[in-house]
């Protein structure tokens, strides 16, 4: 059998908005991409975080240096398209070893409008990123413009802070998930503000019959409908400027059992009168240490966040904390003394991660049955 033609990938560039120039070669899209730059630690799952919404804006770089080694399967992507900004590697596999690859991943992005490079230092980035924090890059092939050129262009783009991506990433309009076959559990409406695919998978899992509705909707539309419980999807971008979600979230405390999760969980910490901010360069990656401070017991958790909810900010005597990160002691869970809240700032539904959290829609469901053996 011949050997594939590779044809030769042209020069590139990431540029920090401090000036500090990383050069590799192009895959996927050649077209300028402009984010924040992040890292993330997980050891496989390329696809699903390139398809997490949670991920809009931003240029993510995998520390672990094989990337592509599996290729692309259309089955665990969590959007229906791929979210990043842009995405950085060590080294790109071009010839996937995997029965169920569809193409490999330069191909995948090509398609798809990604830009990415591969060949720099990932260790060296992360590093930086790491002592100076996420800051906004740009990935370039245009080798004739000069670094300052393109820093200013990287400056004129917007923040993370006070961005509001929610409306970027939400469903236009609600919609069944009947991905698997229909279920005749708890009826569990999710506000899609990015909600990734295997959330409702899990929820599915559980039996449940799942409706994704925009972010926008207004909680009478919810209440109206009856639904058993409501979840609070992840997403990307500034909790704060979500302000629309924070109002209807407080219009549907004490009327129907709530789950949120990661911007689910910081929407819950404002809407309680909490504040957020924003951490230095966030938790992103399949092997982050929580400890649950009910039982005692730790788990390795899926993370995908910038911002944290401040305990500080929250009332004792309303709020419950449930789980810290061991890493940095950041609030990672809490509960509502006396209404029927659940939030984590973590993936449980993994994807790709460990399933350590998967019992958390089993406490979801749970808090549903005793809020209905009230009488509610």
Same mark, same amino acid.
């Given at each position: 059998?011949?050997?594939?033609?590779?044809?030769?990938?042209?020069?590139?560039?990431?540029?920090?908005?401090?000036? $500090?120039?990383? #050069? !590799?070669?192009?895959?996927?899209?050649?077209? %300028?991409?402009?984010?924040?730059?992040?890292?993330?630690?997980?050891?496989?799952?390329?696809?699903?975080?390139?398809?997490?919404?949670?991920? /809009?804006?931003?240029?993510?770089?995998?520390?672990?240096?094989?990337?592509?080694?599996?290729?692309?399967?259309? @089955?665990?992507?969590?959007?229906?398209?791929?979210? +990043?900004?842009?995405?950085?590697?060590?080294?790109?596999?071009?010839?996937?070893?995997?029965?169920?690859?569809?193409?490999?991943?330069?191909?995948?992005?090509?398609?798809?409008?990604?830009?990415?490079?591969?060949?720099?230092?990932?260790?060296?980035?992360?590093?930086?990123?790491?002592?100076?924090?996420?800051? /906004? *890059?740009?990935?370039? $092939?245009?080798? #004739?413009?000069?670094?300052?050129?393109?820093?200013?262009?990287?400056?004129?783009?917007?923040?993370?802070?006070?961005?509001?991506?929610?409306?970027?990433? @939400?469903?236009?309009?609600?919609?069944?998930?009947?991905?698997?076959?229909?279920?005749?559990?708890?009826?569990?409406?999710?506000?899609?503000?990015?909600?990734? /695919?295997?959330?409702?998978?899990?929820? +599915?899992?559980?039996?449940? =019959?799942?409706?994704?509705? &925009?972010?926008?909707?207004?909680?009478?539309?919810?209440?109206?409908?009856?639904? =058993?419980?409501?979840?609070?999807?992840?997403?990307?971008? =500034?909790?704060? &400027?979500?302000?629309?979600?924070?109002?209807?979230?407080?219009?549907?405390?004490?009327?129907?059992?709530?789950?949120?999760?990661?911007? !689910?969980?910081?929407?819950?910490?404002?809407?309680?009168?909490?504040?957020?901010?924003?951490?230095?360069? *966030?938790?992103?990656?399949?092997?982050?240490?929580?400890?649950?401070?009910?039982? !005692?017991?730790?788990?390795?958790?899926?993370? %995908?966040?910038?911002?944290? +909810?401040?305990?500080?900010?929250?009332? #004792?005597?309303?709020?419950?904390?449930?789980?810290?990160?061991?890493?940095?002691? $950041?609030?990672? *869970?809490?509960?509502?003394? /006396?209404?029927? +809240?659940?939030?984590?700032?973590?993936?449980?539904?993994?994807? &790709? !991660?460990?399933? =350590?959290?998967?019992?958390?829609?089993?406490?979801?469901?749970?808090?549903?049955?005793?809020?209905?053996?009230?009488?509610?």
């Amino acid at each position: 059998m011949p050997t594939p033609i590779m044809r030769a990938m042209p020069a590139a560039r990431l540029i920090l908005e401090d000036g $500090t120039v990383f #050069e !590799g070669e192009s895959f996927g899209s050649t077209a %300028n991409a402009i984010g924040e730059v992040v890292f993330n630690t997980s050891l496989t799952g390329y696809q699903e975080i390139a398809t997490d919404p949670s991920y /809009r804006f931003q240029i993510v770089v995998m520390t672990y240096p094989h990337i592509g080694n599996y290729g692309v399967d259309a @089955t665990v992507e969590q959007s229906e398209e791929p979210q +990043v900004a842009g995405f950085v590697v060590r080294n790109i596999v071009r010839e996937p070893s995997n029965a169920s690859s569809a193409m490999p991943l330069p191909e995948y992005f090509e398609r798809t409008r990604i830009t990415a490079i591969s060949g720099l230092d990932t260790r060296a980035l992360t590093r930086k990123l790491r002592s100076e924090g996420a800051m /906004r *890059g740009i990935i370039t $092939t245009e080798s #004739e413009r000069s670094v300052e050129s393109l820093v200013a262009e990287v400056k004129a783009a917007p923040s993370m802070s006070g961005l509001d991506l929610v409306q970027r990433v @939400t469903a236009l309009r609600p919609f069944v998930f009947d991905e698997q076959p229909a279920t005749s559990g708890k009826r569990i409406a999710v506000y899609d503000f990015g909600v990734k /695919r295997d959330i409702l998978r899990q929820l +599915v899992k559980q039996n449940c =019959d799942v409706t994704v509705y &925009p972010a926008t909707t207004h909680a009478d539309e919810i209440l109206n409908a009856k639904f =058993d419980g409501v979840l609070l999807s992840n997403g990307p971008g =500034d909790p704060e &400027p979500v302000t629309y979600a924070q109002e209807n979230i407080r219009h549907l405390v004490g009327k129907v059992p709530l789950f949120g999760i990661c911007l !689910g969980h910081q929407l819950l910490g404002l809407a309680f009168g909490g504040k957020t901010y924003k951490l230095k360069f *966030g938790h992103r990656g399949g092997n982050h240490p929580v400890k649950d401070l009910r039982s !005692g017991r730790v788990e390795i958790t899926a993370q %995908n966040h910038g911002f944290s +909810v401040d305990p500080d900010s929250l009332s #004792e005597n309303d709020i419950e904390y449930t789980h810290i990160n061991l890493n940095d002691q $950041t609030l990672e *869970g809490f509960r509502h003394r /006396r209404e029927p +809240v659940l939030a984590v700032q973590y993936h449980p539904e993994a994807a &790709p !991660g460990p399933h =350590d959290s998967f019992y958390l829609f089993g406490e979801f469901l749970k808090m549903i049955d005793e809020w209905e053996g009230k009488g509610k």
